[in-house]
């Protein structure tokens, strides 16, 4: 099992940037599909990013071509690079691991997330 803890969220007025970071625990987070979710309150928690072996990455089309994942397996860790920011993009973000043939998480062991707020 992997257990993750996001930081690097905050406040960003509309067309900024922000990247958010995510260091998981457990010895699989190498060989995990991972995505990145997001939960904007009210709503359920959408995934947004997912990327994996044999899978490759995938974004939900809200965020494509301004949100970009990634990650280090050396450091346990996954990224968001969020470019062009909206203020609907306003919502605590997650990571987790990810379901491979569904577009969705997998288990729900969540952690704290981070807040991130666009506005001026």
């Known amino acids: 099992q992997v257990q993750f803890v996001e930081s690097g969220g905050g406040l960003v007025p509309p067309g900024g940037s922000l990247r958010l970071s995510c260091v998981g625990s457990?010895?699989?987070?190498?060989?995990?599909?991972v995505g990145w979710f997001r939960q904007i309150p009210g709503n359920q928690r959408e995934l947004i990013a997912r990327t994996g072996l044999g899978i490759g990455t995938t974004y939900a089309d809200s965020v494509k071509g301004r949100f970009f994942i990634s990650r280090d397996n050396d450091k346990n860790t996954l990224y968001l690079q969020m470019n062009s920011l909206k203020p609907e993009d306003t919502a605590v973000y997650y990571c987790?691991?990810?379901?491979?043939?569904?577009?969705?998480?997998?288990?729900?062991?969540w952690g704290q997330g981070t807040q991130v707020t666009v506005s001026s």
């Open positions: 987790h691991t990810a379901q491979t043939t569904t577009w969705g998480p997998l288990g729900d062991d």
């Open positions: 457990g010895r699989f987070f190498g060989s995990a599909a």
